[in-house]
Nanobody
Framework: QVQLVESGGGLVQAGGSLRLSCAASGRTFRTYAMGWFRQAPGKEREFVATINRSGGNTYYADFVKGRFTISKDNAKNMLYLQMNSLKPEDTAVYYC?????????????????WGQGTQVTVSS
């Protein structure tokens, strides 16, 4: 089992940057593929980015390509999301999630463990 705790959210002006972190418990973090999702008020949770078990393969939602970067440090049991050129429409609660096999996925249903989320607010 994996427990996930996100941090790094906050209030930032449009065009600014934030780095989200997700700390994972357990010795088996390296065996999990990971993902970032977000949920804005009144909207469904949506895929943002995913990374495979080793960290060598990533995939992004079109609306964040070129702005966000997902990375995974298996030695530190940490997942990151570097967010640059933030827009007001990026405002949401951001969640990290763990998938108990090697490959990436854009589907919420494929993820086995979820963090509690961290709020990101981008002002215009």
């Amino acid at each position: 089992q994996v427990q996930l705790v996100e941090s790094g959210g906050g209030l930032v002006q449009a065009g600014g940057s934030l780095r989200l972190s997700c700390a994972a418990s357990g010795r088996t973090f390296r065996t999990y593929a990971m993902g970032w999702f977000r949920q804005a008020p009144g909207k469904e949770r949506e895929f943002v980015a995913t990374i495979n078990r080793s960290g060598g393969n990533t995939y992004y939602a079109d609306f964040v390509k070129g702005r966000f970067t997902i990375s995974k440090d298996n030695a530190k049991n940490m997942l990151y999301l570097q967010m640059n050129s933030l827009k007001p429409e990026d405002t949401a609660v951001y969640y990290c999630a763990a998938k108990a096999d090697w490959g990436t996925s854009v589907f919420l249903r494929d993820y086995d463990y979820w963090g509690q989320g961290t709020q990101v607010t981008v002002s215009s």
